[in-house]
Nanobody
Framework: QVQLVESGGGLVQAGGSLRLSCATSGRTMSTNIIGWFRQAPGKEREFVAAIVWNSGGEYYADFLKGRFTISRDNAKTTVYLQMNSLKPEDTAVYYC?????????????????WGQGTQVTVSS
């Protein structure tokens, strides 16, 4: 089973940028998609972005409007989430997750393995 470890969260002012990393290890052969989700206090976990493991194809939540970019390194061991023009409403715990499904998964129940999360706080 694949293991996921997020890093890169922190405190940033509105308008600033952060880059989150999701380091993968273990058995990745069944992994088709790596996604990023976030969960703010009192809210449900919501989809942010995902990348297809082999092809590198990307898809995003509509509300992002181009502010975030997902990518992976050539060795396919780390997935990144570049977050620009951050807003206070982006404050949340950000999770990366792995899915074995073969469609554009964006629901939490489509993902089988989760990291521990990293806190992102955007001050106004």
């Amino acid at each position: 089973q694949v293991q996921l470890v997020e890093s890169g969260g922190g405190l940033v002012q509105a308008g600033g940028s952060l880059r989150l990393s999701c380091a993968t290890s273990g058995r990745t052969m069944s992994t088709n998609i790596i996604g990023w989700f976030r969960q703010a206090p009192g809210k449900e976990r919501e989809f942010v972005a995902a990348i297809v493991w082999n092809s590198g194809g990307e898809y995003y939540a509509d509300f992002l409007k181009g502010r975030f970019t997902i990518s992976r390194d050539n060795a396919k061991t780390t997935v990144y989430l570049q977050m620009n023009s951050l807003k206070p409403e982006d404050t949340a715990v950000y999770y990366c997750a792995a899915s074995s499904v073969r469609y554009a998964a964006s629901a939490p129940h489509d993902y089988q393995t989760w990291g521990q999360g990293t806190q992102v706080t955007v001050s106004s």
